[in-house]
């Protein structure tokens, strides 16, 4: 289940404005086909910088903390802005660019330990619910980098 919504992002960014960049039909409504994508793109972007870590985390998650979903939707936003950029634009919307730089230095912040998840939904198999150990903490750095850098 992805972590994000079309819901939320309806809630983010304006109903309209969502079934505006994703009516490729132009039937007035959104093709669901392609939010669903959009969601689960986010999720995945997530999911790769929990897999940085090299822990035996279960993903995807099966309870998404809140902080985790903040972090979903600003992925989700970026990619949603990036397929009409146009529209994004012409209402006034930051370039989808800042929305994906602010999700992953998030994703850093919590990866270098300068800020915390909720680690109970966060446990895996083994019960381990400490993913953001001291050890792991800083490791992470400029490891995610190459994966987000293109600008285009």
């Known amino acids: 289940m992805p972590y994000v919504s079309r819901e939320d992002l309806e809630n983010a960014l304006g109903a309209e404005l969502v079934r505006s960049i994703y009516d490729d039909d ?72 800042d929305y994906r730089d602010s999700a992953v230095e998030q994703m850093k912040r919590y990866l270098d330990g300068l800020q915390t998840l909720s680690t109970t939904s966060l446990t895996n198999d083994a019960g381990v619910p400490d993913v953001f150990s001291d050890e792991r903490r800083g490791e992470i750095g400029g490891t995610t980098d190459s994966f987000y850098a293109s600008g285009d």
């Open 26 to 97: 132009q039937d007035g409504s959104p093709q669901e086909g392609a939010v669903i994508a959009c969601c689960a793109w986010a999720s995945s972007a997530v999911d790769t910088f929990f897999r940085s870590l090299q822990e035996e985390i279960v993903l995807p998650l099966v309870t998404v903390p809140d902080e985790v979903r903040f972090i979903a939707l600003e992925f989700a936003i970026a990619y949603t802005m990036r397929r009409r950029p146009e529209l994004a634009t012409t209402l006034g919307s930051k370039s989808w660019t």
